[in-house]
């Protein structure tokens, strides 16, 4: 159960990480739709990410360190999304004037 949780936390970060950028360059846009539909996706992979990551970390202060895995899985997905969605903002802005 704790490595599903840690998988599921793991990517759920991911996803918000990644919908979140996309939601951010929409509104800037101002292109509603595609806003609406990826804060859609932001809600959504918060809200299990988030509920998923406060309990491992409450197990863990309560000295139930078998959910360590849990918090590191949360912690390691919001952390390699912000890579992967630099590296995508880099490539598109590559050759881009202005």
Do not use: C, H
């Not at 949780?5 to 101002?30: A, C, H, K, P, Y």
């Not at 804060?39 to 202060?61: C, E, K, P």
């Amino acid at each position: 159960m704790i490595f599903l949780l840690t998988i599921v936390t793991f990517f759920t970060q991911l996803i918000f990480i990644g919908t979140r950028t996309w939601n951010v360059q929409s509104v800037s846009e101002g292109n509603i739709p595609e806003a609406i539909f990826s804060g859609f996706f932001v809600n959504l992979s918060w809200l299990a990410s988030t509920a998923i990551g406060i309990d491992g970390t409450v197990r863990v202060i309560n000295l139930q360190y078998d959910y360590l895995p849990v918090v590191i899985g949360n912690i390691a997905g919001g952390l390699v999304g912000t890579y992967i969605a630099m590296i995508i903002k880099k490539r598109s802005n590559n050759g881009k004037t202005g």
